[in-house]
């Protein structure tokens, strides 16, 4: 393995580990948001590492904070696990969509983003329940979405200012 892959190995990998550390304190932290809304602080890592790397990346740094996250907290194959996978897999390919084809500004994206996080975990929620009625909790969670997508947003914009893409590439 030549020098460059090492690096971006060792990067993503400390980026996995600051997005899992991130979900792993939110889940702790609580916040006066409907029930289920989150700040979505490890969303900051998936907007760097998308604009840093790439969609493949992003995709590969999501599913391992997922997985890593859920095995810390007890989760793992609890509806809970299932749900997060829901939000993050719907976020993420929202994320590819809009850093290949639309190329919205990073605010923007982290909104939709957090968006379609919060779909995919209520349809999953009422795929588990069978009850298509929690649908309606979505209204909330949309309204949620724009504050939560704006900081995550502004935060990674922050982050991508203080990081310089060719030491990490």
């Known amino acids: 393995m030549n020098h460059k892959k090492t690096r971006k ?14 979900h792993t304190v939110e889940a702790m932290i609580p916040v006066p948001l409907p029930v289920g ?3 979505g ?6 907007l760097v590492v998308v ?3 790439g969609v493949k990346e992003m995709f590969i740094v ?10 810390l907290t007890g989760i793992f194959m609890q509806n809970p696990f299932f749900i997060s996978c829901g939000g993050v ?13 639309i190329q919205l500004p990073m ?10 996080h919060n779909i995919g975990q209520v349809a999953v929620v009422s795929f588990i329940f069978s009850f298509a009625g929690i649908m309606i909790y979505v209204i909330p969670l949309l309204i949620t979405s724009i504050p939560t997508g704006i900081l995550t947003g502004l935060v990674a914009i922050e982050i991508l200012k203080r990081v310089k893409k060719e030491q990490i590439q």
């Open 9 to 22: 190995m060792i990067y993503l990998a400390l980026l996995s580990a600051i997005a899992i550390v991130l």
């Open 37 to 39: 809304a989150k700040l």
């Open 41 to 46: 602080l490890a969303n900051i890592i998936s």
């Open 51 to 53: 604009h840093l790397y």
């Open 62 to 71: 999501n599913i391992f904070r997922v997985f890593v996250s859920s095995l």
């Open 89 to 101: 897999f719907l976020s993420s390919l929202a994320l590819a969509i809009i850093y290949k084809f």
């Open 107 to 116: 605010v923007s994206t982290s909104i939709v983003s957090a968006i379609f």
